[in-house]
């Protein structure tokens, strides 16, 4: 075994994820241990606790049967503990190996559930487990970390999508950039799903700039001060997308409004904001705290939007209703609800993107001002892209919804 000074860096000792789909569940389950030991030691009480003769980090993990190295690489009688916390602190300090495993466990999590070694949901749910718990640590030690740099204080993403500008063979692009993780800075509320960027809103924000005149996006339906609101908008992609898009639509005012109801994911959406449009400029940007199940509809909110706009929000069977309810209270007489629904075909999930017809068919439902009742104009089936979105995701589903 090589001395602890030559602890081999994730960097060289991960699998490829390009073998996930070859490796066992032991395997995957080692590696992922191994990371822990690295990234989540045990408290240094525990450690000083080891006694000469198990002073190794063997100890602390498994031994790795896909070698991690930094477990591995110990020769127990001649390193003491102090010099291998040496040599797992310098490689825990190395913002190039973070920035591997922050990408190699992204990636890992995006497949994890196309990976043969991981096809019992006790096994791939202890390694999305594992995987988070590591993930999680990184935003919560870099909080703290005067020596790393801004880079490793945040999952920043950057996608650039291609606006097809209606009338022109003009191409621009929409480029956006988005602060996008697993878990909050402060937080380890796991409803922080809108923390993290889904599959859906990456798609919608692409069929969106392909083909704005699919979705109205162009004049003179768009009028040229629209007004636009996202519900359970998370990083908020499809709203900055919309942000960027608006001014080459031929609008002169607009008003993007980005909402959610999580305290966390509402911080995050203004940081988001904020990077994207720092100037003001032709469209206001604005957040508002919008809870699908008790709205209150105050400024921003208090006048209807001419669209209404949301991605993957229906993952519990109350969802569609709500999103009816507020969506009947929120949409202008000559407003359209594009709503993009992710189809989830297996675990607790299964079915629930079916709810949203039955919502919208329902005779008991409210009506609007008027009388007329939001109805469900046209559905869509989306296939699923590779390599966006997570693997438990299926397919989508496009609503287009409007009053009848
Ligand atoms: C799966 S995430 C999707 C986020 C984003 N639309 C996307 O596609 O990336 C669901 C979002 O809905 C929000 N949400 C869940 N329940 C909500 C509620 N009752 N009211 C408002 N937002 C809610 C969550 O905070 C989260 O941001």
Redesign the pocket.
């Known amino acids: 075994m090589a001395p602890a000074g030559c602890l081999l860096p994730p960097s060289s000792s991960l699998p490829p994820l390009s073998t996930l789909q070859k490796l066992t569940e032991e395997q995957i389950l080692s590696a992922l241990q191994g990371l822990s030991a690295l990234y989540c030691p045990l408290p240094a009480s525990v450690a000083f606790k080891l006694s000469p003769e198990n002073n190794s980090l063997e100890h602390l993990a498994p031994p790795p049967l896909v070698d991690s190295g930094y477990t591995s690489g110990v020769e127990d009688d001649s390193q003491d503990v102090e010099n291998v916390e040496q040599s797992l602190d310098a490689l825990r300090a190395d913002g190039f190996e973070r920035n591997f495993v922050e990408r190699w466990l992204t990636g890992f999590m995006a497949r994890a559930y196309d990976v043969p070694g991981l096809s019992s949901e006790d096994a791939r749910d202890r390694a999305l487990d594992q995987a988070s718990w590591v993930l999680e640590s990184f935003v919560a030690n870099t909080a703290d970390d005067d020596e790393l740099d801004d880079e490793h204080t945040h999952f920043t993403r950057e996608f650039s999508f291609n606006l097809s500008v209606p009338g022109s063979q003009e191409e621009v692009p929409v480029q956006v950039q988005l602060n996008d993780g697993l878990a909050g800075k402060n937080s380890t509320d796991c409803?922080?799903?809108?923390?993290?960027?889904?599959?859906?809103?990456i798609v919608l924000s692409d069929l969106m700039c392909a083909e704005p005149s699919r979705f109205g996006l162009t004049q003179p339906s768009l009028g040229t001060s629209p007004r636009i609101i996202?519900?359970?908008?998370?990083?908020g992609?499809?709203s900055l997308v919309l942000g960027a898009m608006l001014p080459h639509l031929g609008t002169t005012t607009s008003d993007v409004i980005a909402?959610?109801?999580?305290p966390a994911?509402l911080e995050n959406l203004r940081t988001n904001i904020a990077a994207n449009f720092p100037s003001n400029g032709p469209v206001a940007m604005h957040t508002s705290l919008?809870?699908?199940?008790a709205p209150v509809l105050d400024s921003p909110l208090d006048l209807p939007a001419d669209m209404l706009i949301?991605?993957?929000?229906v993952?519990?069977p109350e969802?569609a209703i709500?999103l009816r309810d507020c969506a009947t209270r929120l949409l202008s007489p000559d407003g359209v609800f594009w709503l993009l629904v992710?189809v989830r075909q297996n675990g607790k999930f299964e079915g629930i993107s079916d709810t949203v017809e039955a919502a919208f068919a329902t005779t008991d439902r409210p009506r609007g001002k008027d009388g007329r009742l939001l109805t469900i104009l046209d559905s869509e089936k989306l296939e699923k892209r590779s390599r966006v979105g997570r693997g438990d995701e299926s397919g989508y589903r496009l609503f287009r919804v409007g009053w009848a």
Do not use: C, F
């Open positions: 409803d922080d799903v809108g923390l993290q960027s889904w599959g859906a809103s996202e519900l359970g908008a998370g990083t992609l499809v909402t959610d109801y999580h994911v919008l809870d699908w199940s949301a991605t993957d929000v993952y519990a969802h709500w992710t």
